[in-house]
């Protein structure tokens, strides 16, 4: 890796000052907050790659569990790099996930009484396509950008 990025790294800053993970400590105070953790794999290599996807799948809750402090095991995930497949959706089931997040852009249906799906699109949007001219959020602007976008039910 270092070789690949050597030259990269003299023509732009790979790293940055500001820290960019959580503490074990702040991911347990949200827990603790009523915020409901998930994992990303293992490695944040793309699900379809990866050479143990047992280790990706079961090893990630584990450290997560652990990390926030033996309680249960995270049962969300979000696809690393929004890649996957119908066994890998099938396999992470079989390992305990119940709500699995991909990159697909969707907006998630669930029909009245019926319950969530287990496998989540996302709709992506940014500031400035849900804030009014003075820089405030614009609910309008959100229902608009929602409205505009196709609803599907996901299924692997």
């Known amino acids: 890796r270092d070789h690949l990025l050597a030259d990269v790294g003299k023509h732009a800053r790979l790293t ?3 820290r960019q993970m959580m503490t074990t400590s702040e ?3 949200m827990a603790a907050g009523g915020i409901t953790i998930g994992v990303h794999g293992k490695t944040h290599t793309p699900l379809p790659r990866a ?3 047992d280790a990706e799948l079961a ?3 584990s450290r997560v569990a652990a990390a926030l402090g033996g309680t249960e095991a995270p049962t969300t995930m979000s696809f690393p790099h929004g890649r996957y497949t119908t066994a890998i959706v099938h396999r992470a089931q079989a390992e305990g996930f119940r709500l699995l997040f991909t990159s697909d852009s969707k907006l998630n249906l669930v029909p009245p009484g019926e319950r969530c799906p287990p496998l989540l699109g996302r709709v992506g949007f940014t500031a400035n396509d849900i804030v009014d001219d003075s820089g405030r959020f ?3 602007r959100l229902a608009s950008l929602l409205f505009r976008r196709a ?6």
């Open 51 to 53: 050479a143990n996807l």
């Open 138 to 140: 614009a609910p309008e």
């Open 59 to 61: 090893e990630a809750r």
């Open 151 to 156: 609803a599907d039910v996901l299924r692997a």
């Open 27 to 29: 991911l347990r105070a």
């Open 16 to 18: 940055s000052d500001e």
